[in-house]
C-alpha cells in the first residue's frame, strides 16, 4: 500500500510540474509557478521516502524517479488529447482543429 500511495504523489508532483509550464495544455492559464513547483518538491519527497521505507534506498529512488518521469512524459499528450476533446466536444465536428491551428497562443 505504501508504493502505491508513493506512485500517486510521485504523478500529482509531475501534474503540478506540468501544470507550472507556460506551455501547458489543459488549463487556459497556468499555475502560478512558486506554489506549484513548492508542492511538487514536497510530493516528489514524501513519495522518495515513501518507496525507500518500502524498497530500500536505492530501489526507493528508481522507483520515485521513474514514477515522477512517468508522469512527465505522459503529461503533454494527456494535455493535448483533453484540449483536442474538449474542443471537438464544443464544435461537434471530429476532424476540427483548434481555432489557432494547435500553435501555442501568443500574447
Known amino acids: 500500500m505504501p508504493g502505491l500511495f508513493a506512485t500517486l504523489l510521485a ?3 509531475s ?3 506540468y501544470l ?3 506551455r501547458q495544455r489543459l488549463l487556459r492559464a497556468s499555475f502560478r509557478p512558486g506554489a506549484s513547483l513548492g508542492a511538487a518538491l514536497v510530493c516528489v519527497l514524501a513519495s522518495a521516502w515513501l ?5 530500500g534506498t536505492v530501489a526507493g529512488l528508481c522507483a520515485a524517479t521513474g514514477a515522477l518521469a512517468a508522469g512527465l512524459a505522459l ?3 494527456v494535455g493535448v488529447y ?3 476533446d474538449r474542443h471537438t466536444r464544443v464544435s461537434g465536428n471530429k476532424t476540427a482543429t483548434p481555432p489557432n491551428g494547435g500553435r501555442p497562443e501568443t500574447s
Open 11 to 13: 504523478l500529482i508532483a
Open 82 to 84: 483533453w484540449r483536442h
Open 51 to 55: 518507496w525507500c521505507v518500502q524498497a
Open 20 to 22: 507550472a509550464s507556460p
Open 75 to 77: 503529461a503533454p499528450f
Open 15 to 17: 501534474a503540478l510540474i
